[in-house]
């Protein structure tokens, strides 16, 4: 069986650390996540809790703010538990065991607004063209490896 959930999106709120009484580390946050839609749909938006532990939670609490694009991989988890009320719930989440910058810093740091205060989730992508750290070799040199 298999259980991965891959998620890119933007944290709802700056995430906060927090201890276990056993003293590991534990950090709970959401990430808004725009869903597929149609041509002329409204655009919708699920918000997913995320739970991240150890070296993933002091990471995520250390280098991330609210607004800023994250990829999560991890798993999906149920928790049943009584309400103050009684009543049986069932909550969902992601477990995170692997957390990674989606965004370059320069975009972190000045996340541009929509019209409604909204942070856009348009995925940030990475090309070759622009090759300024590498050095090309031609066919027919040696490799340094």
């Keep these: 069986m298999i259980n991965v959930v891959v998620l890119t999106g933007r944290l709802t709120a700056d995430p906060e650390l927090r201890h276990t009484t056993s003293g590991i580390a534990v950090t709970s946050f959401s990430i808004a996540v725009d869903r597929r839609y149609r041509s002329g749909e409204e655009r919708q938006t699920d918000f997913i809790n995320i739970v991240a532990w150890r070296a993933n939670a002091e990471f995520v ?22 309400d103050k009320d009684g009543n049986n719930r069932v909550a969902f989440e992601v477990v995170a065991n692997n ?25 940030v992508s990475f090309s070759n063209s622009d090759s300024g750290d590498f050095t090309e070799f031609a066919e027919d040199e040696d490799l340094p490896f």
Excluded: H
Excluded at 61 to 82: C, D, H, M, P, V
Excluded at 99 to 123: C, L, M, N, Y
């Design 99 to 123: 957390v990674q910058f989606a965004e370059s810093k320069r975009d972190s740091a000045r996340p541009e607004q929509t019209g409604d205060g909204a942070v856009p989730t348009t995925p």
């Design 61 to 82: 609490s250390n280098y991330f703010k609210k607004g800023q694009l994250i990829a999560i991989e991890g798993s999906i988890q149920t928790r049943r538990y009584q």
